[in-house]
């Protein structure tokens, strides 16, 4: 046992069920259960018949290459939930670097105690900042501060996970957490720009489509699909379950949005990158964006780099990520394959510190990185954006 926790080989959610205090789900707690077997139940199409090559599982996260598209998700309070060996403090400043070791990145979480989210800002300080802060939805002045705090850390970017008005341990205190409207959202966003600074804000906890597309117009660069590992609300989907409806959704959006800008700024719609040039456009701007499910999902959009027309490039759609029940590399590849850009895994990262410290988390990446690489040679997927739907069996 670790504190509530009962260490299991695989992290399924069935020991600890509706432990809380403690790793479990709220209510009849089920919701870690159905979150790792709705993975369990897409299966994989190998192929290998073709070429050989070394897969390429790397990935950019902002700007920051990760060996793999796999981010140690926040957990906070995690003396209350697995145990006295270790702080929030002591849990963060081992896993931020262990993480940044290992060539991924970690989030970090929040509590109702105020030094949670400061010494998870200290320990990022003294790594280039190299890991993002998650804040609780609390009240606007109380978010401002906790975010000031995470800015000047150099927090690669920041995030809030906007469901955890649902934990039964936040509910009722000072200072109140709960929901948050798009236009506080907004102004989350425009403070963190405001203080000069190109900083991502990632909205975790979209369980929905109309909540990812008010996440994105509210101005966040990510959002984490995630039911918080059903530890806030009961009887959710599992976040398989809600994904591709939500990656369908975004990409819709996103590709209304860059089809309007494109009439704003009067740029014509070319069917080829030498027609652009024709018109004296940059052809190497050009960029697809594929919406699952839509055979005319490939659109082309050609804009100019410069002047007061508006830029865009693949770098600028927003990232998808997942979490809930994500155990192996095969699970990564699934998600990957419904659409996800990459994916969170928060339990099995607390047993590997618990356990191991810096060792734990190494060998759990290393995993990771193996299963995800084989299933890629397995189903002939050279890269990452090679990953799609005709490889997988749901
Ligand atoms: C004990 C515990 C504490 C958590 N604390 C946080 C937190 O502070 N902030 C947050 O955004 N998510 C928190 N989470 C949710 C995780 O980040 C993640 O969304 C969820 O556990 C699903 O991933 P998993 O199935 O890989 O554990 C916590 C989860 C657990 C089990």
Same mark, same amino acid.
């Given at each position: 046992m670790i504190g509530f926790c009962y260490d299991c080989k695989i992290c399924d959610g069935r020991a600890c069920k509706n432990t809380i205090p403690g790793p479990g789900a709220k209510g009849i707690g089920e919701g870690a259960i159905d979150n790792y077997r709705a993975w369990k139940n897409i299966k994989i199409n190998m192929d290998t018949i073709g070429e050989h090559f070394e897969p390429d599982t790397s990935f950019d996260f902002f700007g920051?290459?990760?060996?793999?598209?796999?981010?140690?998700?926040?957990?906070?309070?995690?003396?209350?939930?697995?145990?006295?060996?270790?702080?929030?403090?002591?849990?963060?400043?081992?896993?931020?670097?262990?993480?940044? %070791?290992?060539?991924?990145? @970690?989030?970090?979480?929040?509590?109702? #105690?105020?030094?949670?989210?400061? $010494? /998870?800002?200290?320990?990022?300080?003294?790594?280039?900042?190299?890991g993002?802060?998650?804040? %609780?939805?609390?009240?606007? @002045?109380?978010?401002?501060?906790?975010? #000031?705090?995470?800015?000047?850390? $150099? /927090?690669?970017?920041?995030a809030m996970d906007v469901d955890a008005a649902g934990l039964p341990f936040l509910q009722g205190l000072t200072p109140p957490a709960g929901r948050k409207s798009v236009e506080e959202l907004r102004k989350i966003v425009e403070h963190i720009s405001s203080a000069n600074s190109n900083i991502p804000f990632i909205v975790k906890g979209i369980m929905t489509p109309s909540g990812a597309i008010k996440a994105v117009k509210a101005g966040a660069?990510?959002?984490v699909i995630s039911n918080h590992g059903g530890r806030v609300l009961d009887q959710c989907p599992p976040t398989a379950h809600v994904l591709p409806a939500i990656v369908k959704a975004v990409r819709a959006y996103e590709l209304d949005m860059w089809k309007s800008n494109m009439a704003e700024q009067r740029i014509p719609e070319a069917n080829s990158s030498d027609e652009h040039a024709r018109m004296g456009m940059d052809p190497t701007n050009i960029f697809k964006v594929n919406v699952p499910g839509e055979e005319n999902g490939i659109f082309k959009v050609n804009v100019?780099?410069?002047?007061?027309?508006?830029?865009?490039?693949a770098s600028d759609k927003v990232k998808i990520f997942v979490d809930g029940g994500i155990r192996d590399g095969i699970d990564v590849f699934k998600a990957l394959a419904l659409g996800a850009d990459?994916?969170?895994?928060?339990?099995?990262?607390?047993?590997?510190?618990?356990?191991?410290?810096?060792?734990?988390?190494?060998?759990?990446?290393?995993?990771?990185?193996?299963?995800?690489?084989?299933t890629m040679l397995m189903c002939g997927a050279k890269d990452l954006k090679s990953i799609g739907m005709e490889q997988i069996f749901v």
């Open positions: 920051s290459r990760l060996k793999l598209p796999l981010i140690a998700a926040p957990v906070g309070a995690v003396k209350l939930h697995y145990g006295e060996k270790h702080t929030d403090e002591s849990y963060n400043e081992i896993l931020l670097s262990a993480a940044k %070791k290992a060539g991924i990145i @970690a989030f970090t979480g929040d509590g109702t #105690d105020p030094h949670v989210i400061k $010494g /998870a800002c200290e320990a990022l300080k003294g790594m280039d900042g190299f993002v802060p998650t804040i %609780k939805p609390w009240d606007n @002045a109380t978010c401002m501060e906790k975010i #000031d705090m995470a800015l000047e850390s $150099g /927090a690669k970017a920041i660069r990510a959002i100019k780099r410069s002047g007061s027309i508006y830029t865009a490039d990459g994916v969170l895994v928060a339990r099995p990262f607390v047993n590997a510190v618990y356990n191991h410290g810096e060792n734990g988390v190494l060998n759990l990446v290393d995993k990771f990185y193996r299963e995800l690489k084989d």
